[in-house]
């Protein structure tokens, strides 16, 4: 029999069956913002070309990054920025085999939360307020 | 060229027999995603604080270009632009590895790497473009200017 003919393989236990955890939490987030990011990265190429380019170029960037949407993309990107730097952190701390028990992950967990709500809220509050 | 890790009795015949196993790009990826990584801290963090100052300021082009004409904000962000794009790059590739089923796997995979370097390339150059569009003899006003 060829490959194409065989019932379909099992797959192993996927997403929808595990109890949630803080574990896996921070292990999709810091996935998803790392992707996240990388679309940003579009606009931060965006905001660097145009400018370079000039007045109009740099205006139609500039109205855009003002808008609404774009403040809440802009607001969103900083958050995901914070918490993928502070999860990336843990990452670079476990490789070295510290911090990888699961009362350790729930404390890291929480820490990474607090610090990267504060630090996204603490920048956006200078750039409006304080500077 | 051969790998004395081939002969070794970590890989099984069947394996060695199918070409199966490591092509040995591994800990080269391992390195370069954790070493970008630890680059990023200072970098990204040096990058969003400089974006942001120039936002408080009103975020006037004038502004920007003065800023991306001092030599060491224009190197700091080449270097950060290349530490972010080779780090996304890398970090790409393993979630596209991981839930591509595509046929077109392989060609996402080499998409990923062709639009990271445009980006990249495109970013640097305008970094560059702004860094020297500055009259070097007026450099140092430009520079006090922008602090
Ligand atoms: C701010 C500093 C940053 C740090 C400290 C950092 C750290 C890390 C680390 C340690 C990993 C590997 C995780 C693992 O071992 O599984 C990672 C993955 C990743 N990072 Fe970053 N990163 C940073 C910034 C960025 C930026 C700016 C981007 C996007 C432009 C990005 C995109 C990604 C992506 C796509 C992955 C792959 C996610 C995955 O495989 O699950 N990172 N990051």
Redesign the pocket.
């Known amino acids: 029999m060829s490959a194409s003919q065989l019932p379909p393989r099992p797959l192993s236990p996927h997403i929808g069956i595990w109890k949630w955890s803080i574990n896996m939490v921070l292990?999709i987030l810091?996935?998803a913002?790392?992707?996240a990011?990388?679309v940003?990265?579009l606009m931060l190429v965006w905001f660097l070309a145009s400018a370079a380019t000039g007045p109009e170029a740099y205006d139609c960037f500039i109205g855009f990054a003002t808008s609404v949407f774009g403040q809440i993309l802009l607001f969103g990107w900083t958050g995901a920025?914070f918490f993928?730097?502070c999860?990336?952190?843990r990452?670079?701390i476990m490789?070295t085999g510290r911090m990888i028990t699961i009362p350790a992950a729930e404390k890291a967990g929480f820490f990474i939360f607090v610090v990267s709500i504060a630090l996204t809220f603490g920048l956006w509050g200078c750039i409006k307020f304080f500077f | 060229m051969a790998h004395k890790w081939e002969d070794t009795a970590f890989k099984g015949p069947m394996a060695r027999a199918k070409g199966l196993g490591s092509a040995h790009a591994g800990l080269h990826h391992?390195m370069g995603?954790?070493l970008?990584?630890?680059a990023?801290?200072p970098l990204?963090?040096w990058a969003v604080w400089s974006f942001a100052s120039l936002a408080a300021a009103g975020a006037e082009l004038a502004d920007v270009q003065a800023f991306f004409g001092a030599p060491a904000h224009a190197i700091l962000m080449v270097l950060a632009l290349a530490s972010?794009?080779y780090?996304?790059a890398?970090?790409?590739q393993?979630?596209i590895e991981?839930y591509s089923h595509s046929a077109f796997k392989p060609v996402f995979l080499m998409l990923v790497k062709l639009v990271t370097v445009a980006l990249f390339v495109t970013a640097s150059f305008s970094v560059l473009k702004m860094g020297f569009a500055v009259d070097v003899t007026d450099m140092s006003a430009l520079v006090q200017q922008s602090m």
Do not use: C, E, P, Y
């Open positions: 292990s810091h996935r913002s790392g992707i990011l990388s940003g990265s920025m993928h730097l999860s990336g952190i990452h670079l490789d | 391992w995603q954790k970008t990584a630890i990023n801290i990204v963090l972010i794009f780090h996304m890398l970090g790409l393993v979630a991981d």
